[in-house]
């Protein structure tokens, strides 16, 4: 997976939250993406469409040197998911609120969009 994308999980109580999973990619000297197998996740809009410049801040003008924000100052970041390979081996998620249960459903679904 090489875009960023929206996605509801489930939590331990039954309500929905919409996250965004944000692949960390690498680009190789061919100017290809590649994934590196770290994926971010950020809370999400209500109505499931929010991206990522809502959350982080951009430069208001061309040029001018404005640091994004860190992630664990992020109000908004929920952690982060690696896989040790590919989408199919271990992964461990750290960083982050998210329960068991929400991470077991974010590795399924970057699983069953990588494949």
Do not use: C
Not at 37 to 66: M, N, R, T, V, W
Not at 79 to 84: A, H, K, T
Not at 88 to 96: D, L, V
């Amino acid at each position: 997976m090489i875009h960023t994308v929206n996605h509801n999980v489930t939590g331990d109580n039954g309500t929905q939250r919409n996250i965004i999973i944000e692949p960390v990619l690498h680009q190789s000297v061919n100017h290809e993406l590649n994934a590196t197998g770290l994926y971010k996740l950020y809370k999400g809009g209500a109505d499931g469409e929010a991206i990522l410049f809502e959350i982080q801040e951009i430069a208001p003008e061309i040029g001018e040197s404005k640091p994004l924000l860190d992630d664990l100052k992020n109000p908004d970041y929920l952690g982060q998911i690696r896989f040790d390979g590919d989408s199919t081996s271990k992964w461990h998620y750290s960083e982050g609120p998210l329960s068991h249960y929400e991470q077991q459903q974010v590795v399924e679904f970057i699983q069953n969009t990588n494949s």
